[in-house]
């Protein structure tokens, strides 16, 4: 079923209302601005609040700050980086040329496939940058000379984890703008080859506009994985690192599936491991917008307010366990 607001439309206040009707209402943008135009509103918007945070950390925690951009440049410096750019771009344009066959719902696979594309290409950018930032550093005995100075092990964590969140989003800015372009494109490409006569701008700004909170949740989701490599990474080297992800991957998004067959059915034993994956694994299942893409619903503000809250606590929990296990690592 598609998403939901947190509180019912009697429990919103006035400003709550407001904000939830104005809330990426393709009508209201439309008679405002252009299709072309939104996407680049999104950029820098993202862009403006990764300068601001940045800025925050930097007054508040200095010495993290620090971390954060070394290790942010190194993520950015590194080959990877550029060729998922490259990579995530040429895929992301060919989809618009693609025909899927889907009897006029190319343009909803289309969303579904990008999200996904710019999520998986994400997240493995973030368990390369874990692996060579922490697991190699810790091997290569660079962390100990690192924490010679002035630097706690907590500022050590929470630094490498923001800088490798930074390119991060600095990938989900570059192609998010690029796959909200190749939506807008998309919308006109299959009413030219459909012959749809009564298809306008409007169109093209409803589909647009209908993706953005799917890229916010994406991005949710990817620092969640983040935070888990993180914490993976100060224990363990790459290898192990990629498969604990990627099974924490499948099954955060099988967890609520598998609690309801496991809660619906005879088995008890299957029943309380159901239980036990989606207490302990992050329900990756809240970032995902496929009911919402397929049913052409938008995702409401309060929604994303409280898949940003759960990002939030999982990723700080996650980050605890980091800092336990790094606690008591001999780097020497």
Same mark, same amino acid.
């Given at each position: 079923?598609?998403?939901?607001?947190?509180?019912?439309?009697e429990e919103m206040g006035p400003f709550? @209302?407001?904000?939830?009707?104005?809330?990426?209402?393709? &009508?209201?943008?439309?008679?405002?601005?252009?299709?072309?135009?939104?996407?680049?509103?999104?950029?820098?918007l993202a862009i403006t609040v990764l300068?601001?945070?940045? !800025?925050?950390?930097?007054?508040?925690?200095? @010495?993290?700050?620090?971390?954060?951009?070394?290790?942010? !440049?190194? /993520?950015?410096?590194?080959?990877?980086?550029?060729?998922?750019?490259?990579?995530?771009?040429?895929?992301?344009?060919?989809?618009?040329?693609?025909?899927?066959?889907?009897?006029?719902?190319?343009? !909803?696979?289309? !969303?579904?496939?990008?999200?996904?594309? +710019?999520?998986?290409?994400?997240?493995?950018?973030?368990?390369?940058?874990?692996?060579?930032?922490?697991?190699?550093?810790?091997?290569? #005995?660079?962390?100990?000379?690192?924490?010679?100075?002035? +630097?706690?092990? #907590? &500022?050590? +964590?929470? /630094? @490498?984890?923001?800088?490798?969140?930074?390119?991060?989003?600095?990938?989900?800015?570059?192609?998010?703008?690029?796959?909200?372009?190749?939506?807008?494109?998309?919308?006109?490409?299959?009413?030219?080859?459909?012959?749809?006569?009564?298809?306008?701008?409007?169109? #093209?700004? @409803?589909?647009?506009? &209908?993706?953005?909170?799917?890229?916010?949740?994406?991005?949710?989701?990817?620092?969640?994985?983040?935070?888990?490599?993180?914490? +993976?990474?100060?224990?363990?080297?790459?290898?192990?690192?990629?498969?604990?992800?990627?099974?924490?991957?499948?099954?955060?998004?099988?967890?609520?599936?598998?609690?309801?067959?496991?809660?619906?059915?005879?088995?008890?034993?299957?029943?309380?491991?159901?239980?036990?994956?989606?207490?302990?694994?992050?329900? $990756?299942?809240?970032?995902?917008?496929?009911?919402?893409?397929?049913?052409?619903?938008?995702?409401? $503000?309060?929604?994303?307010?409280?898949?940003?809250?759960?990002?939030?606590?999982?990723?700080?929990?996650?980050?605890?366990?980091?800092?336990?296990?790094?606690?008591?690592?001999?780097?020497?």
């Amino acid at each position: 079923m598609p998403p939901v607001p947190l509180f019912a439309a009697e429990e919103m206040g006035p400003f709550l @209302k407001l904000v939830d009707a104005v809330w990426l209402n393709p &009508q209201w943008l439309a008679e405002r601005a252009s299709v072309w135009v939104v996407p680049l509103w999104e950029a820098a918007l993202a862009i403006t609040v990764l300068v601001v945070f940045c !800025k925050v950390l930097a007054w508040v925690q200095p @010495k993290t700050y620090a971390v954060a951009i070394t290790t942010a !440049k190194e /993520g950015v410096y590194q080959p990877l980086f550029y060729l998922i750019l490259l990579g995530g771009s040429f895929m992301l344009g060919i989809s618009v040329f693609i025909s899927y066959y889907t009897f006029g719902e190319d343009v !909803k696979m289309v !969303k579904d496939a990008g999200l996904t594309l +710019i999520m998986i290409l994400s997240i493995i950018l973030a368990l390369w940058t874990a692996s060579t930032s922490i697991a190699d550093e810790i091997e290569g #005995r660079t962390a100990l000379t690192l924490l010679s100075k002035p +630097i706690s092990r #907590r &500022q050590f +964590i929470v /630094g @490498k984890f923001v800088g490798i969140t930074l390119p991060v989003a600095i990938t989900f800015v570059v192609l998010g703008t690029l796959f909200l372009y190749a939506i807008a494109y998309k919308v006109g490409y299959d009413a030219k080859e459909s012959g749809t006569p009564d298809f306008n701008e409007a169109d #093209r700004m @409803k589909e647009t506009v &209908q993706v953005m909170p799917g890229l916010v949740l994406a991005f949710f989701e990817a620092v969640v994985i983040t935070a888990i490599s993180v914490a +993976i990474s100060t224990r363990l080297p790459m290898l192990p690192n990629l498969l604990i992800c990627a099974s924490v991957y499948v099954l955060g998004h099988l967890a609520p599936m598998l609690v309801e067959e496991g809660l619906g059915g005879k088995n008890e034993l299957v029943g309380f491991i159901a239980q036990l994956l989606a207490t302990i694994l992050p329900n $990756l299942d809240t970032f995902n917008i496929y009911a919402a893409v397929s049913t052409g619903a938008t995702v409401p $503000l309060l929604y994303l307010a409280g898949a940003f809250l759960y990002c939030l606590l999982y990723s700080t929990m996650v980050l605890f366990v980091a800092l336990i296990m790094f606690e008591d690592r001999d780097l020497a």
